[in-house]
């Protein structure tokens, strides 16, 4: 026992007087920029996630502001700051209509919504908003106007049809602005809802006469051949 004691004795000597082995200054370096990037890697992380995040919430915020202008402007009239925003969702739906028949509709639901803010402009005293809506009413029911006469070159029933609603419209348009007629008392505004109403008849009028041409093509060019008054029997 003694002697192994000994042995372990000099042994531990014999490493006292070993001079100590230091790591080289690149194994150093090595090191510390490993223990540098293990500090680092959590914090760039929770950095990343809370950009993210913070990415996340305004987005989110933004389509809830959009969504909620959008909803807002349904009912602008002409005097309210979301008035073109209206506009520009209106335009956007109607890019998205395809079909001629659809677009007739749409347009006359415009024409309609036109036709409500006027009215609600005179209300106001707003004679000059009011005039530009009557001005719309009347651009809206040309553009159904024209769509019919492109429908009719394809399917005349579905135009035939289509022109009757635009008639109906027009009657009922024609109706609220001759009251609007008897509640204004401005020369101007007399005047512009007198042209809308001049107008929008003579939408129809034309629109009439191309769909029935398409129904009867001897009358878009005069009597047809043959159609002449029947001559006399030899007596």
Known sequence: MSTELQRLERLAERLRSLEPALPSPQAR?????????????????????????????????GAVLIVGTVAASADALPDSPLYPVKGLVENARGLLLFSPADRVNYHLELAGTRLREAEAMFGRHRDDLAEQALAGLAVEI????????????????????????????????????AGLQGNVTNPQALS????????????????????????????????????????????
Not at 35 to 59: H, I, K, M
């Open 142 to 177: 040309k553009d159904a106007g024209t769509d019919i006469n492109s429908l009719s070159a394809s399917d005349l029933q579905a135009a035939t049809q289509e022109e009757g609603r635009l008639e109906e419209a027009i009657q009922s348009h024609d109706a609220q602005l």
């Open 29 to 61: 370096i090595r090191g510390l920029n490993l223990a540098l990037a293990a500090v680092g890697t959590p914090q760039a992380a929770r950095r990343q996630r809370s950009a993210g995040r913070f990415l996340l919430a305004l987005a989110a915020a």
């Open 192 to 235: 512009a809802i007198q042209t809308a109403r001049d107008r929008v008849q003579q939408t129809l009028s034309q629109t009439r006469s191309t769909v029935n041409s398409k129904g009867n093509p001897s009358n878009s060019g005069g009597r047809a051949k043959g159609s002449g008054h029947p001559s006399p029997s030899a007596s």
